[in-house]
């Protein structure tokens, strides 16, 4: 990983995302980009020198805050760009030019609310990006490093396609990889298909020198399930797949995704499968 891009707008949430992303990309080292975008849009000249205040005010922040975390992480560069339009839009496009490894954004989850545009977007960043989406609350406390990964495995085909970047991450933390057979149905085909994508991540994880532990559960309830177990075992970061709800097949995933995106107290790693290489 050489690039990380932080969504800023100036909120708790975004700063606490800056500083989560500084962890990775000490680990990694990564740069970062930071991106701020202006999605107001006005037809009248007052709006437009509003606009104008807005963006030369943001560069003013921007800069600010790159001074003041330039100082703390000196291994690498970090800096900043402005767009303009809407928000998952832009920085979907600043991601592609960057060529970033991640996007790292902070959520205020569905019970709260800030007149900021990350949490309100987090969810439509991560379907829309080009790249794995790191979203976290801005109540998360964390510390130095990430020692305990947790990997939800159900019997969707995309499944175990989270296991190279889990075990990446794993890797650079020096974390262990919890693996958590999601059953959601006694049929025994469907049991079967969790247990064949719960050898391919085992296998990986083996041939990597990861260091892992494998749980099982059954389950009519995927995201309170994961977030419960994710908290009582003291997880640092969750990683999922999902996807554009655009087709019937892709509801439950996206449904997943969506919910604990919102819900999740812990950080979550979305991965869509079309970016998976």
């Known amino acids: 990983?050489?690039?990380?891009?932080?969504?800023?707008?100036?909120?708790?949430?975004?700063i606490q995302a800056l500083e989560y992303a500084l962890m990775y990309a000490d680990r990694f080292n990564a740069d970062i980009s930071l991106i701020w975008v202006d999605n107001c849009i006005g037809p009248d000249l007052m709006v437009e020198r509003a606009d104008g205040e807005s963006r030369?005010?943001?560069?003013?922040?921007?800069?600010?805050?790159?001074?003041?975390?330039?100082?703390?992480?000196?291994?690498?560069?970090?800096?900043?760009?402005?767009?303009?339009?809407?928000?998952?839009?832009?920085?979907?496009?600043?991601?592609?030019?960057?060529?970033?490894?991640?996007?790292?954004a902070g959520t205020h989850g569905i019970t709260g609310f800030e007149e900021y545009w990350i949490g309100s977007n987090a969810y439509?960043?991560?379907?829309?990006?080009?790249?794995?989406?790191?979203?976290?609350?801005?109540?998360?406390?964390?510390?130095?490093?990430?020692?305990?990964i947790l990997m939800p495995i159900d019997g969707s085909m995309q499944s175990s396609n989270k296991v190279k970047i889990t075990a990446d991450i794993a890797e650079a933390f020096?974390?262990?990889?919890?693996?958590?057979?999601?059953?959601?149905?006694?049929?025994?085909?469907?049991?079967?298909q969790v247990d064949k994508h719960l050898g391919i991540v085992k296998e990986h994880l083996d041939k990597n020198n990861i260091n892992h532990t494998i749980s099982e559960v059954s389950t009519k309830n995927l995201t309170q399930d994961t977030i419960d177990f994710a908290a009582k075992n003291k997880v640092d970061l969750i990683t999922i797949m999902t996807e554009q709800e655009t087709t019937q097949a892709n509801v439950f995933l996206g449904t997943f995704a969506r919910q604990l995106v919102n819900n999740c107290p812990v950080p979550v790693l979305s991965i869509r499968t079309s970016v998976v290489g």
């Open 1 to 14: 990983m050489k690039n990380l891009l932080v969504a800023i707008d100036f909120s708790r949430n975004a």
């Open 124 to 148: 439509r960043i991560v379907t829309h990006a080009p790249c794995p989406v790191v979203t976290l609350r801005q109540d998360f406390k964390f510390g130095k490093t990430v020692k305990n």
């Open 56 to 104: 030369y005010e943001s560069r003013e922040l921007l800069k600010e805050i790159i001074d003041k975390y330039q100082s703390k992480f000196q291994k690498r560069n970090i800096n900043f760009k402005l767009r303009k339009g809407k928000v998952y839009e832009e920085i979907s496009k600043q991601a592609k030019k960057n060529g970033s490894d991640l996007i790292f």
């Open 174 to 192: 020096g974390a262990e990889v919890q693996v958590l057979a999601l059953h959601t149905s006694k049929l025994g085909s469907l049991r079967r």
